[in-house]
């Protein structure tokens, strides 16, 4: 594991916590795109992705609706395989494994990349099983082990001290936040290596958000994350990186993607320097 | 309206619909009182353990409910996986628009409004004699599985279609496959449309008489394999209460039992439900 270099920045106001936070971790490429592009029968999404993302460091996509964030992430899981006239191209690779390659194990390649949604989605089971079923889809069938995973991953989530005595409840009765890091510990207990989410705060009260986020700054290092975010503050706060999406003509494209304190001191982009000053998007 | 007409307005309207329920209660009650004051006086332990005797006037109705049974378990045991996959195939393997899936709901929904007499035609023509199963407990159990299979595929197929579509790429995203998903995730889901298609299926297939006279016949001899003919309790009221002078007391008592039956099979279903859904159902 690989601890992110941490160098004290500007503080942004937050009323939960005060952290550290880091410019930038060790550059270190596990995910690479080539021009990706994803369309919706004959509408184009999004068009010529090219973008790193760096082992252990956390990337924000940050973009106005409709700009082809979800769809972008979509494409690293292979979710795009359940949508019936949805086309990919280019080239996208984790390692040196072929993501878009037809003959991949899809299913590994997804217990390797978890993805955490917008809404909570808790299965309709008992917190034991939401954790257990997984699990033992993948292969882990030995009592102790599925144990102490799913304790380790709910204490990686800290609701361990809040659900143990009530495993066997349904998971819908959580609230909104803890279902949401029910789910967060869901993805952890297969040990992916990349998180991948899409506005993860964005449903859930003030309060719980702000417990999820320092949650995911808390899993920086230790995994590598890519977080939709419309939420410039959160982006700016916790994320190492920042690409910045933007529909031009249609198609969602990148338009920059450079290291968090890069896109809001210095940014390049006439489009991005406005969008972060709130006066489009 | 004025915040005190408004009021009254609701009350009124309240009273009315408690008195509509209350009515259709009172309707129920009625009918099984009915039923039961003509019916108690005939029933006994001998009227269930003994064969009929004297066209029905007398005796029980033993190997009426075991050919009852047998008809009902044939038509569950065939119907119950055919239905099932059909509409995990509708539901989940094609698209609602799919050219196939309209034209397979369709030709339920047609199956499904078609006339019991209909589906006894052609049992008689298909199961009795193209198969030369003849009059007997398989032509109408298999006959009865046509008739229930449209309800039974509807009803379970709505069931997994209005599951939510989160909980299947919820589960794609975690790696876990079609399968997986199907068995431990959506089937456990989709129980209380099951068990609803089931009670609907088995409360048409129990009530029937039209469809079965043609097909498994009204021998009321105790049945020695699924190939000798058998009369069902339906068709055993039907034959009594018309054809034999005198044996009214014994057709309410069949009709007792009858009702007796669709309860218990109606609660056994929602128990098992109940069971099965325990940790969902217990918590929410
Ligand atoms: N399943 C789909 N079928 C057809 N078009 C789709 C589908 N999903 C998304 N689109 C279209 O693709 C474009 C990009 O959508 P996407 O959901 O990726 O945007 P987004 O950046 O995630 O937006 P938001 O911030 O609102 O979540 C939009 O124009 C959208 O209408
Ligand atoms: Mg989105």
Redesign the interface.
Known sequence: MRTPRKTPTPYIASAYSTRNIALCCDPDPLIQTRDLSLSYGNHQAIKNISLTIHRGCLTAIVGPSGSGKTSFLQCL?R?TD?L?DCTVSGRATIENLDILSPTID??????RI??I?Q?P?P????IQ?NLE??LK??GVTATHLIQERIQRALMDVGLWNEVKDRM???A??LSGGQQQRL?IA??LV?SPDVLLMDEPCSALDPLSSGTVEDLIFSLRGQYTIIIVTHNLAQAHRIADYVGVFWSQAQAGELIEFAPTHAIFEHPQQDLTAAYINGIRG | MDKHSLFTYDMLSTTIIWTVAGLLGCLFFWLLGDLMRQGIPHLSWEFISEPPANAGRSGGITSILVSTGLILLICMVVALPIGLGTAIFLSEYT?ETHPLATFTGRSLDVLASVPSIVFGLFGNAFFCQLLGLGFSILSGGLTLACMVLPILVRTTEQGFRAL?L????????????KR?TLI??LL??AIPALVVGFILGLGRAIAETAALIFTSGYVSRMPTSLFDSGRTLSIHIYDLSMNVPGGDQAAYATALVLILCVLTLNSLAQWMAKHWTY??R???
Do not use: W
């Not at chain 2, 989160?166 to 496959?177: I, K, P, W």
């Open positions: 899981n979710l359940l019936p899809v299913l590994q390649l997804r217990r978890g993805m949604f809404k989605n299965f309709p089971m008992s099983k079923f997984p889809e993948h066997d409840t349904s819908l009765r789910c869901r993805a297969l | 698209a939510p989160e909980y299947r790429t919820s589960a794609a995203a975690l790696g876990l496959s997986a431990h995730l456990p889901a940790t969902r217990m918590n929410i």
